[in-house]
């Protein structure tokens, strides 16, 4: 890997996102090697997508890198990474809530988790119904239900569309969520501060949205060989 051209890619990437804005560096596929040059170069959050390679990556690596889990994760896959997981993005299903709680509980921490939103008009993609959020929050304290969880917003995966106004009306909808939610007062507004959304192809539309993380792999690490 060109150390320069990365670091090229990587400035561009950071300097197009306001302040506010959390990068996601996606580094699944990607060596031990290549997430630690971009380490070297001052990220520290990085996105993986699948357990197992997770597991692998992670004792190879400096340990205060913070590691988020962004892709579907099945109830069974959660024992490799909750012992050092920092957030998990697509939290979709009650069944998982209560693995990740049982896995954190064990491992003596808490694991953030955000809760995903199915905001786009393809069945492929997983996620709550809005509805669905409204009735898991309205149900009670989650806190109180999966105590070694912090529940700290929501994330979602806009329509794979170049029609960028729907995934623009697709992210503020999901903006517009959260905002319920905390006015509602059913989820603690000082946790509950997080919007994963937007990937290199609609990551000006997620902001403009109001994202607080953005989730970007080729645009920094470039093309895989």
């Not at 090229?8 to 560096?25: D, F, N, S, T």
């Not at 995903?116 to 069945?123: L, R, S």
Request: proline share 3%; with cysteine; net charge negative.
């Amino acid at each position: 890997m060109d150390t320069v051209a990365l670091a090229e890619r990587y400035a561009r990437v950071k300097g197009a996102l306001p302040e506010h804005v959390k990068l996601i560096a996606v580094s699944k596929k990607r060596t031990a090697e290549e997430i630690q040059r971009l380490y070297d170069l001052g990220q520290r959050a990085f996105g993986e997508n699948y357990p197992q390679e997770l597991r692998d990556k992670q004792p190879e690596l400096p340990e205060d890198i913070e590691w988020h889990f962004i892709g579907h994760l099945q109830t069974n896959k959660v024992k490799y990474i909750a012992s050092f997981v920092h957030l998990v993005h697509g939290v979709d299903r009650e069944a998982l809530l209560d693995e990740l709680n049982k896995r954190a509980a064990t491992s003596g921490r808490t694991i953030g988790v955000l809760l995903q939103v199915h905001i786009a008009q393809e069945e492929t993609k997983h996620g709550f119904l809005p509805d669905e959020i409204r009735a898991l929050c309205a149900g009670g304290d989650l806190q109180s239900r999966w105590p070694a969880l912090r529940f700290r917003g929501l994330m979602g995966m806009a329509t794979n569309t170049e029609d960028l106004g729907q995934v623009r009306r697709e992210f503020e909808g999901l903006a517009a969520l959260r905002k319920e939610l905390i006015k509602g007062g059913t989820v603690n507004a000082l946790l509950f501060t997080e919007l994963s959304m937007g990937m290199s192809g609609d990551v000006e539309e997620a902001v403009a949205a109001g994202s607080t993380m953005v989730r970007i792999g080729t645009a920094i690490f470039g093309e895989r060989g």
